[in-house]
């Protein structure tokens, strides 16, 4: 395996993995997105074995240990699996995340303590603040969460608008296709009541930028982006509850 690194906007890079061995013949990114700035973020760890592979890109970026904060969408080996090696790596960074996150989970994996988020919390790390927002189940985990930077519009979704293969880092074309295509194949997103609700949330940020976690990024209309996925889950559900 190899990490690709692309500036995907002012400053903030996409380190992604290609693994063909998942989601076999198309495969999957693992993508893990570095901030640059006075107090530098990044948002996912990755799998622990992917540690050596990762930290080795960001270092071609920045020095390892001065990361400040780490962020994930929500408590799985993909997100957050190699957090013990980065807080080793990283004397000073801390793990912010939600409250049901950090009383489930984190508190007691982590080796260092996280500081705890309420939704809408701001993090600001230099020239860009960081809003928390908790989205239970959406698209799955009770703990789950996205981080909105409000300073130039990027939202880091984690894993919504998944998409198979390895398509380009970042892209102005449809995302919402694939993403479903791929929601069909693998049943990920945890659908009900609250998730198409969710989603218009997301969207009334009109972010310009989603940073997605596995497949292309997104440039654009990101609040358009957004309103599509929700209107295919709200389409779902009704087919589900008319029979």
Known sequence: MTARIDEIADGIYRISV???????????TFNHFLVRDEQPLLFHTGKRKMF???????????????LRW???????????????EWLAASPHAEIVHGMVGCRLSI???????????????VIETGR????????????????????????EGTLFCGDLFSQYGDP???TSSD??????????????????????????????????????????SYAGDG????????????AYLRSMTTG
């Open 18 to 28: 290609f693994v063909p061995e998942v989601a076999p013949p198309a495969g999957f």
């Open 52 to 66: 050596p592979l990762v930290s080795e890109a960001v270092a071609k970026l920045m020095p390892v240990e001065t």
């Open 70 to 84: 780490i962020g994930f969408g929500h408590f799985e080996a993909d997100e957050c699996g190699a957090m013990n």
């Open 107 to 121: 508190e007691d994996m982590a080796d260092r303590a996280p500081r705890a988020l309420a939704d809408g919390a």
């Open 128 to 151: 860009r603040r960081f809003r928390y927002i908790d989205t239970p189940h959406v698209p799955h985990g009770w703990d789950a969460a996205v981080l909105f930077e409000e300073t």
């Open 168 to 170: 380009a880092p970042v």
């Open 175 to 216: 995302v919402v296709e694939a993403a479903t295509a791929t929601n069909n194949f693998s049943y990920s997103t945890s659908l009900g009541p609250a998730t198409v609700p969710t989603i218009r949330k997301l969207a009334a940020l009109n972010p310009r930028l989603l940073a997605i976690m596995h497949g292309s």
């Open 223 to 234: 609040g358009g982006a957004l309103n599509q996925l929700g209107d295919r889950y709200d």
